[in-house]
């Protein structure tokens, strides 16, 4: 079984700055892609982000494109989001995600992180 396991999240004021990370453990798998997705209460989850593990290429929702950036460290299966100039609509549980089959929809899930933006 593979296990994506969120950290970083995090309470912090409109117009700071956060990086949540996800870390893999359990059995060895090889990523298409590894991204985020996120849930607001009261809304269903979206997409927010993923970078394409063989080239390097990342997905932006259009929310958070030029604010957030995706990352990866190959070797340790490791995916950053870097969020910037965070707004209080940012607020979410932020879910880790990973592709191995195909890019339709993940195969697996983190548990998620609370990222709170406080106005």
């Known amino acids: 079984q593979v296990q994506l396991v969120e950290s970083g999240g995090g309470l912090v004021q409109a117009g700071a700055s956060l990086r949540v990370s996800c870390t893999t453990s359990?059995?060895?798998?090889?990523?298409?892609?590894m991204g985020w997705y996120r849930q607001a209460p009261g809304k269903d989850r979206e997409f927010v982000s993923r970078?394409?593990?063989?080239?390097?290429?990342?997905q932006y929702a259009d929310a958070v494109q030029g604010r957030f950036a995706v990352s990866r460290e190959n070797a340790e299966l490791t995916v950053y989001l870097e969020m910037n100039s965070l707004k209080v609509e940012d607020t979410a549980v932020y879910y880790c995600?990973?592709?191995?089959?195909?890019?339709?929809?993940?195969?697996?899930w983190g548990q998620g992180t609370q990222v709170t933006v406080s106005s």
């Open positions: 995600a990973a592709w191995s089959l195909n890019l339709v929809r993940p195969d697996y």
């Open positions: 359990g059995r060895t798998f090889s990523p298409i892609a």
């Open positions: 970078i394409l593990w063989r080239t390097g290429s990342t």
